[in-house]
């Protein structure tokens, strides 16, 4: 009878949560990797501005100067945005450790049982086998016991025969 696993329903249960939860987290790291394209993409419209501010008209520093404040605070918004990300992404890690936990627990525990299982089902062919031999040893000392009377009332008829009996 093959091994079964009374609690496999269980691991499949846990293993799924495991795997939901690792695309939880791969969702996670793809806000944080969006949050951190977005501070790069204002950081380069900041530098652009910069650089425009050098070659613009005098008269249009008062336009760069409130559009570089909008960009500064922009970038702040932008980091606290990626804050708040990395955060939910380390608790999202968080869960998905201790799901992994749980699935090896009870990987740990299947094998367990699996090699007391095989362990089990050596003894009982072994048991089997000296079952098997018991009889086969009473067997041929059944035959050997039977082939000795023969021999030896083959012999007393010989004995008997040569007697004259």
Known sequence: MPFRYRLQKVLDFRIRKK????LVVQKAQQ????????????????QATKDGLRKADPMMFEAYDKYLNHLWEKAEELEQIRIQAQEQLDIEKEKLVKLEQA????EKHKERHREIYIEEEKAAEL?????????????QNQEK????????LEELKKIEGENGY
């Not at 795997?19 to 690792?22: H, I």
């Not at 699935?103 to 009870?106: F, G, P, Q, T």
């Open 19 to 22: 795997e939901e939860q690792l």
């Open 31 to 46: 806000a944080v990797y969006i949050a951190e394209e977005n501070i790069r993409k204002n950081e380069a419209e900041i």
């Open 103 to 106: 699935v090896k627990v009870l």
């Open 127 to 139: 048991k089997q086998y000296s079952e098997l031999g018991v009889t086969r040893f009473f067997r």
């Open 145 to 152: 016991l039977e082939q000795e009377e023969k021999e030896i």
